[in-house]
C-alpha cells in the first residue's frame, strides 16, 4: 500500500522560510512507480477549504504550477529516484497558516494522502 509521510513543519515567523518534505514509500514491484504520479500540494486552513498550492507534473517533465497566493514565494520540486517530494516556503505569511498535505495522483483510482503536517506563521 502506498503511502507518504510529510514532514518538515513547524512555527515560523513572517517573512521566514520553511522546506517541507513528502516521503512516499510501498510502490510494489509491477506496479505505477512514484515517476508516474503527479504530486500536489495541498493545504487546510481552520474554517476554510481545502486549497491547492502547487502542483509538479509527472514523467520528470518539470512543469509546475501555482496557486496565484503563493506565486513567487512557493516552489515545488521533486526526486523521483528517491520518491520524495518538496515545497520550499519562503516570505511566509499569516495568512500560509494552514495544514498541508501531500497528494500524488495517477488517476481516479490511484491517488493518495499524506496525514498533513501544520504550518504556523506568527510573530
Known amino acids: 500500500q502506498v503511502q507518504l509521510v510529510e514532514s518538515g513543519g513547524g512555527l515560523v515567523q513572517p517573512g521566514g522560510s520553511l522546506r517541507l518534505s513528502c516521503a512516499a514509500s510501498?510502490?510494489?514491484?509491477?506496479?505505477?512507480?512514484?515517476?508516474?504520479?503527479?504530486v500536489n500540494w495541498y493545504r487546510q486552513a481552520p474554517e476554510k477549504d481545502r486549497e491547492l498550492v502547487a502542483t509538479?507534473?509527472?514523467?520528470?517533465?518539470?512543469?509546475?504550477n501555482y496557486a496565484d497566493s503563493v506565486k513567487g514565494r512557493f516552489t515545488i520540486s521533486r526526486v523521483n529516484d528517491k520518491n520524495m517530494a518538496y515545497l520550499q516556503m519562503n516570505g511566509l505569511k499569516p495568512e500560509d497558516t494552514a495544514v498541508y498535505y501531500c497528494?500524488?495522483?495517477?488517476?481516479?483510482?490511484?491517488?493518495?494522502w499524506g496525514q498533513g503536517t501544520q504550518v504556523t506563521v506568527s510573530s
Open positions: 510501498g510502490f510494489a514491484f509491477g506496479t505505477n512507480t512514484f515517476n508516474e504520479y503527479t
Open positions: 509538479i507534473a509527472s514523467y520528470g517533465s518539470g512543469r509546475t
Open positions: 497528494n500524488i495522483l495517477l488517476n481516479i483510482k490511484h491517488t493518495y
